[in-house]
């Protein structure tokens, strides 16, 4: 991984760009998020991310199958640099924000893990210092990654809300940082490059189940079938312990709930974004919620029939095919390994055959 990256940061410093937060893409994404995505601009932001990522592939494993009897393709956004999907979003917000703010002098964000990478590889990569607050116990794993990348990382609170009202806070000393949030259009518009790929890779593809934190990978996938015009089902998975977005959508509009006690930290979500559900009430075709004894299981077949470490949120979509096995009986599924970032610890319990307990209240937004 960081070879990867030390060779884009060599490609972006031969493009010229090398911190003067300038962008290197004559044809960049421009400047202004819209809601419903067109094809010129996944045009630039698919070239903007294939200038630094790898198109990821998506493998139909014949184990795997056979396990549920089904055509089932993965696409392994577990195989990016930083090990999960986040990236792309990552780097098409920083493209973005050069163009809409360039006196911008650094990126502050508060999240448990992914975002934070996605946020410090881009980061790195426009020369902008990168400032990640994480609550206390947050994630070792995911914290040294961060690091590794160049981020500074704050541990601060004794969960995601202090955490990120601590980062607010730190933003409005410094009005030369951009705060950005785990939702916004630019995020869509850079995930919305995955299924660009795996609609390009896979024809008339029936279902495709993605995990759903905030909605960015779930919204890209929407905009894409929809551009596209294709009539895939896109559905939602979520933990049946942090199921605001099942409840919201179901009541069409958003629903808080008051914990998100999950071990599957990445769609830890008590309050959604009303955009984003607004994007899911119209586009998904349901919502399916998943137990954390169903989640760990998921994870032991994706190991077992993959070989491919699945961090908790990295398998929820193969664990929501499992939930609707006999539904999708006959169909051409594909299911998003949103990826593979699991912490040693945590991979052993699973693997025992234990499920294992939220390390700490891990409640994103
Ligand atoms: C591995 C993984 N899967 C799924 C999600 C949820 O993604 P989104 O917030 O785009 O719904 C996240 C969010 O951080 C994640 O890290």
Not at 3 to 28: K, L
Request: a neutral charge.
């Amino acid at each position: 991984m960081p070879s990867f990256t030390d060779a884009d940061q060599r490609g972006i410093a031969r493009r010229g760009w090398t911190g003067q937060n300038r962008s290197p893409y004559t044809d960049g994404v421009g400047e202004t998020a819209t809601v419903s995505l067109t094809r010129a601009e996944l045009d630039a932001a698919t070239r903007l991310v294939h200038r630094t990522l790898p198109s990821t592939p998506a493998y139909r494993w014949p184990l795997l199958a056979a396990e549920l009897g089904v055509e089932v393709w993965v696409k392994h956004e577990n195989h990016l640099p930083v090990g999960a999907f986040k990236v792309r979003g990552g780097l098409v917000y920083v493209d973005r924000l050069l163009h809409r703010r360039p006196s911008v002098r650094g990126l502050i964000s508060a999240t448990t893990g992914n975002h934070g990478q996605s946020l410090a590889f881009a980061g790195r990569a426009a020369g902008l210092p990168v400032h990640i607050v994480v609550p206390l116990g947050n994630s070792p794993d995911k914290n040294a990654a961060m690091r590794a990348l160049g981020a500074e990382v704050i541990e601060h609170g004794h969960d995601y809300q202090v955490a990120r009202e601590h980062a607010a806070s730190l933003a409005a000393d410094d009005p030369r940082l951009e705060i950005v949030p785990s939702f916004h259009p630019d995020l869509v518009l850079g995930v919305a490059t995955y299924a660009r790929e795996l609609f390009d890779t896979v024809a008339q593809l029936d279902t495709v189940y993605v995990p759903i934190g905030m909605g960015s990978g779930c919204c890209g996938l929407i905009a894409v079938r929809d551009l596209l015009g294709v009539p895939t089902e896109i559905v939602g998975v979520v933990s049946e312990r942090a199921d605001a977005t099942a409840r919201s959508f179901a009541a069409g509009e958003v629903v808080v709930t008051d914990s998100a006690d999950t071990f599957i930290d990445g769609v830890a979500t008590r309050s959604p974004d009303p955009e984003a559900i607004r994007r899911i009430v119209a586009g998904a075709a349901r919502i399916v919620t998943i137990s954390e004894d169903e989640a760990a299981q998921a994870m032991r077949l994706h190991f077992r029939t993959t070989h491919n470490a699945p961090e908790p949120a990295g398998s929820l979509a193969l664990a929501g095919l499992l939930k609707e096995a006999n539904r999708a009986q006959h169909k051409r599924v594909a299911l998003i390994q949103t990826g593979g970032n699991i912490d040693s610890t945590t991979f052993a319990t699973v693997l025992e055959g234990r499920t294992p307990t939220p390390p700490s209240p891990l409640i994103r937004s």
